[in-house]
């Protein structure tokens, strides 16, 4: 077990004894989880500093998407295109926008057309959408493991040595207060041939609610928990450093930001975050196994 606290250590425990890493905290990083254009820069939903966690009028696409491991080979049909005009997408109902949506992501392929159409089934969503009135039933909607399906907050900077296979972010809830973990399932390649050392890295976090539905969100623990049976990295360090880069910045240190929930319901979230930090980020998550994805 690697362990990275608030201090900023990496604590190895083995039975061979116990050592401290320390490196230093990275600026900058970035999603590899199927980025799907990745020399391409596009902007993203671009943030409105006067509006509320109950206030979101619609906003621009910016960002590029990822989705479930098989996606974004194939290019959309042209009976999906066809229905991605804004005027088309405003007469659809909210179990349809949903439905597009999720049909629509895991075959992005990073077209502009694309990143408008999610923005329309998005906003669309928000606005239809009526918010949980208790905290009970609250709690009982968002408790369990989401998958992340598309964020507007990548920055893709590919390296060969890190794969990225599953991003997970788990919520207990516990009143107005719960914990979340955001976890990821990696693969390493240290000699940049052979993916032998496998693992999920963990952030750590808790949260207390206020304001409607609003989560602030504070890091507690960065942990690398390698699998049994794999081969332990040599530069624990180099690899934190690659995670770092290859998550989104909200994910790898949710410091500094508050997540508003503006769609809810048994397996589709969306969230849009507020704060210095991250404003204005969109991430869309899917109840880990509720739905199943075909990019076919």
Not at 230 to 245: A, M, T
């Amino acid at each position: 077990l690697f362990q990275h606290s608030k201090q900023g250590h990496h604590q190895v425990n083995s039975s061979e004894g116990r050592r401290m890493l320390s490196y230093p905290k990275p600026q900058a990083i970035a999603l590899l989880l199927l980025a799907c254009n990745q020399n391409k820069v596009v902007d993203a939903f671009a943030p409105s500093r006067q509006q509320t966690h109950r206030s979101l009028a619609p906003t621009s696409l910016a960002a590029e998407g990822f989705a479930p491991a098989a996606a974004v080979k194939e290019r959309p049909s042209k009976k999906n295109k066809q229905i991605n005009s804004e005027n088309d997408i405003s007469t659809l109902s909210a179990d349809e926008a949903k439905a597009a949506l999720i049909e629509l992501v895991p075959r992005m392929t990073g077209d502009d057309e694309d990143y408008r159409a999610v923005e329309s089934y998005v906003n669309l969503l928000e606005e239809k959408y009526s918010p949980v009135q208790t905290i009970d039933f609250l709690n009982l909607a968002m408790t369990g493991e989401w998958q992340l399906l598309f964020s507007t907050n990548l920055m893709g900077r590919p390296n060969r040595k890190l794969r990225l296979r599953e991003l997970v972010q788990k919520i207990e809830a516990d009143g107005f207060n719960g914990s979340l973990i955001n976890m990821a399932q990696w693969d390493y390649a240290e000699d940049e041939e052979t993916f032998d050392s496998t693992g999920n890295f963990n952030v750590k976090c808790s949260y207390s609610i206020n304001q409607g539905a609003r989560m602030v969100v504070d890091l507690n623990d960065h942990e690398i928990r390698p699998a049994r049976g794999s081969k332990i990295p040599e530069d624990v360090p180099r690899l934190v450093g690659l995670l770092h880069r290859a998550l989104p910045k909200e994910i790898f240190d949710p410091n500094g930001h508050a997540m508003d929930t503006t769609y809810l319901d048994a397996d589709l979230r969306i969230v849009r975050l507020t704060g210095s930090n991250h404003e204005g980020v969109r991430n869309i998550f899917m109840r880990k196994g509720s739905l199943e994805i075909n990019p076919m």
